[in-house]
């Protein structure tokens, strides 16, 4: 099992920042993928980042340039810096946590989510 502990969210006004956080704890096994899912008011969820075990990270096209994912593997710990806030950010964050056991098996966890809301 493994259990995700996410923080950060909150109210910015455009242009602003926020850093999220997501902590990962539990039975780690690699190779694995950490990233950040959002979903507005009725809209469907999205990716909005990822970045794998093995460094590689990507993102959706409208964040690119604003956001930033990051991995702290000592920790187990992924983060979203978020630059140049958006209305259109508004979202409720979800972090999302993938890995692989031996047998080749893929296992999904989520977080609870934070809020992010972006003010005009």
């Known amino acids: 099992q493994v259990q995700l502990v996410e923080s950060g969210g909150g109210l910015v006004q455009a242009g602003g920042s926020l850093r999220l956080s997501c902590a990962a704890s539990?039975?780690?096994?690699?190779?694995?993928?950490m990233g950040w899912y959002r979903q507005a008011p009725g809209k469907q969820r999205e990716l909005v980042a990822t970045f794998t075990s093995g460094g590689s990270t990507n993102y959706v096209d409208s964040v690119k340039g604003r956001f930033t994912i990051s991995r702290d593997n000592a920790k187990n710990t992924v983060y979203l810096q978020m630059n140049s806030l958006k209305p259109e950010d508004t979202a409720v964050y979800h972090c999302?946590?993938?890995?692989?056991?031996?047998?080749?098996?893929?296992?999904?966890?989520w977080g609870q989510g934070t809020q992010v809301t972006v003010s005009s």
């Open positions: 539990g039975r780690i096994f690699s190779p694995n993928v």
């Open positions: 999302r946590f993938t890995n692989w056991d031996t047998w080749g098996r893929s296992n999904d966890y």
